[in-house]
């Protein structure tokens, strides 16, 4: 059985970028169900855990063909919404470290950088998330996803994620999304993004 990850935050801490409300259920009820379903699932074929969730990724083709869409699809679930989770803060941490560097030298700033990440999130079409990965050579790209689609099946380590599920703002932006976008962008934990980088350079 794979555990679920704890909120690093209270769930009313990021008010009023994303209410208390939307944390409660996006975690509780949509992050666990996803969490739930993976267990059941592997539960069905008799695996006992001995993969990380990111390896299990990889791993896939291990299991009977016909639940494979479905363990991939809960499993993305699962990482994408613990990585988003995690990819914000109260504290407001401004970027620094070699993400910083990194950042400067592909994008020529900080504000260039992060507006590409806006502009990137605003083209996500239906249900996805906006992520922030390393590709093989160890650059930074900015890359949108449908659904539960998780870059380690790309070959790619994603750092920061964006959910764009209307689960994940429409409570209190509504239609508003690219608002959301705006908040959310405020409320990146880029010393964890960049613990991540570091982590993975
Ligand atoms: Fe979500």
Do not use: C
């Not at 592909?106 to 605003?122: H, K, L, M, P, T």
């Not at 790209?141 to 429409?170: C, K, R, V």
């Amino acid at each position: 059985m794979y555990q679920q990850k704890p909120l690093n935050y209270s769930e009313n801490a990021l008010e009023p970028y994303i209410s208390s409300e939307i944390i409660n259920l996006h975690y509780h009820k949509h992050y666990l169900n996803y969490l739930k379903k993976l267990n059941e699932l592997l539960n069905s074929v008799g695996y006992h855990e001995s993969y990380t969730k990111e390896e299990l990724v990889s791993h896939i083709d291990e299991f009977p063909l016909n639940i494979r869409g479905d363990i991939l699809y809960n499993l993305g679930g699962v990482i994408n919404h613990e990585l988003y989770f995690d990819s914000m803060s109260p504290s407001k941490a401004s970027m620094d470290g070699k993400l910083k560097d990194q950042a400067i030298k592909q994008y020529g700033s900080v504000e260039n950088f992060v507006d590409e990440i806006r502009r990137q999130a605003n083209l996500m079409v239906g249900s996805g998330y906006t992520f922030l990965v390393l590709n093989s050579n160890k650059e930074l790209e900015i890359i949108d996803f449908s659904n539960q689609e998780t870059p380690y099946s790309y070959g790619l380590i994603p750092i920061m994620a964006l959910d764009l599920w209307e689960h994940a703002y429409y409570l209190q932006y509504k239609n508003e999304r690219n608002k959301y976008i705006d908040a959310f962008l405020k409320i990146i934990d880029w010393n964890q993004v960049n613990k991540r980088y570091e982590q993975n350079i």
